[in-house]
């Protein structure tokens, strides 16, 4: 595995890959790693012979109070796993290499990105598109691989790659969790051991509604109090929201069908956490 800090390098790398005509999947990520991003790294080495990961805590999607300063860095941790999963380049740039000068241009959404952690994150996914499109622009990938558990950011980027014709397949991975059902996240980390046992609620609220939608209940508005049931009893929980959405516009569901999203957002401790399921999907083996 090569480890490139800088574009032009990069690009150079790139073509006797992109020669060979054998495809080049990306997998970008801000670090910290853990098995639901390795597990990305698996779904982009079945698509493409050439794998590159991006490891960069990206400052433009982060806001004032929010915690880019204490967000887990470990670059040498994470070469060490994205190497023995199969990674052929890791590129780890410094913010000066993507934000050389003052920026005049920004990929801003739309109504999409007013709602749920948009809503929650004035500017987040401004800057989410801005750096995915840099970097689509920067390896130019055959495929590109998201976690399911950031929903309405790959939501966001299928929309970025329609809209702007970016010549790029998306591929969205299903959500890994750890043994107790807590979505895998760097975040994680952050939870103390009081706060990680209330940190299943996430889950199991989820859980229930997609237990109450199989059993043949649709109304959305049922299911999220369902879902309430579970966390609301638990005053150290502060939900953000909890909804049931429209997988393509993410407008609240009055009527959930196979497909729809359920999705939550809460506060645990100091740690921001969010999850979701698909409902009608089969649940994980």
């Not at 003052?102 to 996914?125: C, Q, T």
């Not at 976690?147 to 299903?174: E, N, S, Y």
Request: aromatic share 6%; hydrophobic share 45%.
């Amino acid at each position: 595995m090569q480890i490139i800090e800088r574009i032009e390098p990069l690009r150079s790398a790139l073509e006797a890959p992109r020669r060979a005509g054998s495809g080049i999947a990306l997998v970008p990520t801000m670090g910290a790693l853990h098995e639901g991003h390795l597990s990305l790294v698996d779904r982009a080495r079945e698509r493409a012979a050439c794998v590159v990961m991006s490891l960069f805590v990206n400052p433009l999607q982060f806001g004032p109070n929010e915690d880019f300063a204490r967000y887990p860095r470990d670059l040498e941790g994470d070469a060490r796993l994205a190497e023995a999963r199969g990674v052929d380049f890791l590129f780890a740039p410094q913010p000066a290499e993507l934000y050389r000068s003052a920026r005049s241009v920004s990929v801003v959404p739309a109504s999409l990105a007013s709602r749920w952690d948009g809503a929650s994150r004035p500017g987040h996914f401004t800057g989410v598109l801005t750096v995915v499109a840099k970097l689509f622009n920067i390896v130019q990938p055959d495929i590109a691989v998201f976690g399911q558990k950031d929903f309405q950011q790959a939501t966001l980027i299928r929309a970025m790659i329609r809209d702007l014709d970016f010549p790029i397949q998306l591929v969205v991975a299903p959500t890994v969790r750890e043994t107790d059902d807590v979505a895998l996240s760097s975040r994680n980390a952050y939870l103390r051991p009081t706060d990680r046992k209330r940190a299943r609620l996430l889950s199991r609220a989820l859980f229930a509604m997609r237990d109450a939608f199989d059993a043949g209940e649709s109304s959305g508005e049922v299911l999220e109090a369902i879902g309430r049931r579970v966390v609301d009893p638990e005053a150290k929980v502060k939900v953000e929201y909890l909804a049931v959405m429209d997988p393509d516009t993410l407008e609240p569901a009055t009527v959930a069908t196979a497909g729809t999203i359920a999705a939550v957002a809460a506060h645990i401790g100091t740690t921001r956490l969010i999850d979701n399921i698909i409902l009608g999907a089969p649940a994980p083996s």
